[in-house]
């Protein structure tokens, strides 16, 4: 019964690859992220997606694209892949982006290593 | 000044004592205030959240909020080895357009010593 769940896991690619990482919640709600978590454990929001439509697109590079099927799914496609785009990527929901109280449920994580 | 700010830490107590947590943020009007826990190699997971002025209790954890002097705090009651982890806060600011995100600390490490 996960209620936020990331593929892959893991993911070891080379620079200059194009790789997507996929994200599927099942609690119903409305809004998803995409976080990238660094090396020094800060944690910082990409793009968030509230009924399929992009709300929040942070200073990412445009190699950065999040896709969103449906309000369930959140998918996150990198190209070219850089030595700097390794980190822990999380996928996010919650009910509602624009209620001040509404907690945010975090997915397991995508540890991607770029050599 | 950076928009949320904690102590990275390590904050090392020893088991059963109370475990003090602090958090400063910029925006004055930020409206909620959340609490995370994350273990090392795993995601964040939500303590708990206030949002009006004063102390929340939930067990062993009791989050303080003080608007005026923008500080949010976690106490951590009788801590447990169990309790050792990162801890961070997250305020939500409120940006143009009507849109609100969670800005996030960078964690207090937290180590409680059998």
């Known amino acids: 019964d996960t209620a936020v769940s990331q593929t892959p896991k893991y993911l070891v690619t080379q620079m200059g690859n194009d790789k997507s990482i996929k994200c599927e919640q099942n609690?119903?709600?409305?809004?998803m992220y995409w976080y990238k978590q660094d090396s020094k454990k800060f944690l910082k929001i990409m793009f968030s997606?509230?009924?399929?439509?992009?709300?929040i697109n942070e200073t990412v590079p445009n190699r950065f694209s999040p896709k969103s099927p449906d309000k369930a799914h959140l998918n996150l496609h990198i190209n070219s892949l850089e030595l700097g785009d390794s980190a822990v990527y999380f996928c996010?929901?919650?009910?509602?982006?624009?209620?001040?109280?509404?907690?945010?449920?975090f997915g397991p994580g995508t540890r991607l290593t770029v050599t | 000044q950076k928009e949320v700010e904690q102590n990275s830490g390590p904050l090392s107590v020893p088991e059963g004592a109370i475990a003090s947590l602090n958090c400063t943020y910029s925006?004055?009007?930020?409206?909620?205030f959340f609490w995370y826990r994350q273990y090392s190699g795993k995601s964040p997971e939500l303590i708990m959240f206030?949002?009006s002025n004063g102390d929340k209790e939930d067990g062993r954890f009791t989050a303080q909020l003080n608007k005026a002097s923008q500080y949010v705090s976690l106490l951590i009651r009788d801590s447990q080895p169990s309790d050792s982890a990162t801890y961070l806060c997250?305020?939500?600011?409120?940006?143009?357009?009507?849109?609100?995100?969670?800005?996030w600390g960078l964690g207090t490490s937290l180590a409680v010593n059998p």
């Open positions: 996010a929901s919650s009910r509602q982006l624009l209620t001040p109280t509404y907690e945010q449920y």
């Open positions: 609690l119903g709600h409305d809004t």
């Open positions: 997606y509230n009924n399929k439509e992009l709300i």
């Open positions: 925006d004055r009007g930020s409206q909620s």
């Open positions: 206030i949002y």
């Open positions: 997250a305020v939500n600011f409120l940006r143009p357009g009507n849109n609100r995100k969670l800005i």
